[in-house]
């Protein structure tokens, strides 16, 4: 089963500032890698899939890049609706599906 | 527009069973695979199960801490996938939701959940 290890588990940053998150993999998963936005109280909403490749409707402040076994997911300027917690999902190699442990990004 | 509406949710002692329904709507439910991914309060995402659709056999899959007593289902005719969980542990309570991957494998669309909780 491969391992996904994201860091760090919380990012303190202000609106209008950048916000970078790590995701890890224990083995190389190509570009095979999703990110996800939860918000309390609701389900999980993909943002990026293929590593780098947005989602419908997803703005365009939300980055993501990287293969193998290293990603980032980047928000170039962090609006107050970004406040929210980050997944990152592998799906080269399943079943099974994994995914990190979070990132939680809140106001500095 | 893709809707998916989780339901059965509720309260059952371990050693209990419950069966979980998930109504889609808004795209072609027949030609999909369905997941089932659960989250426990204030934890991470857990992905369970899935299965895929006729054309690949109905297949499933499941995580290793659900393997022999979850089991997934589905009707086409309905648009609906199930997820029967027998012989449930305390630490199985958690929010249940299924989803919709899009053709890679990426979670496309999610419903809003039902919640398990088991406990005596």
């Known amino acids: 089963e491969i391992v996904m290890t994201q860091s760090p588990a919380t990012l303190s940053v202000s609106p209008g500032e950048r916000a970078t998150l790590s995701c890890r993999a224990s083995?190389?998963?190509?570009?095979?890698l999703a990110w996800y936005q939860q918000k309390p109280g609701q389900a999980p909403r993909l943002l990026i899939y293929?590593?780098?490749t947005r989602a419908t409707g997803i703005p365009a402040r939300f980055s993501g890049s990287g293969s193998g076994t290293e990603f980032t997911l980047t928000i170039s300027s962090l609006q107050s609706e970004d406040f929210a917690v980050y997944y990152c999902q592998q799906y080269n190699n399943w079943p099974p599906a994994t995914f990190g442990g979070g990132t939680k990004v809140e106001i500095k | 527009e893709v809707q998916l509406v989780e339901s059965g949710g509720g309260l059952v002692q371990p050693g209990g069973s419950l069966k979980l329904s998930c109504a889609a709507s808004g795209f072609t439910f027949s030609g999909s695979a369905m997941h089932w991914v659960r989250q426990a309060s204030g934890k991470g995402l857990e992905w369970v199960g899935r299965?895929?659709?006729?054309?690949?056999?109905?297949?499933?899959a499941y995580a290793a801490s659900v393997k022999g007593r979850f089991t997934i289902s589905r009707d086409d005719s309905k648009n609906t996938a199930y997820l029967q969980m027998n012989s449930l542990k305390t630490e199985d309570t958690a929010v249940y939701y299924c989803?919709?991957?899009?053709?890679?494998?990426?979670?496309?669309?999610w419903g809003q959940g039902t919640l398990v909780t088991v406990s005596s």
């Open positions: 083995q190389s998963v190509s570009s095979n």
């Open positions: 299965i895929r659709s006729k054309a690949n056999s109905y297949a499933t």
């Open positions: 293929g590593a780098s």
């Open positions: 989803t919709r991957p899009q053709g890679d494998g990426a979670m496309a669309s």
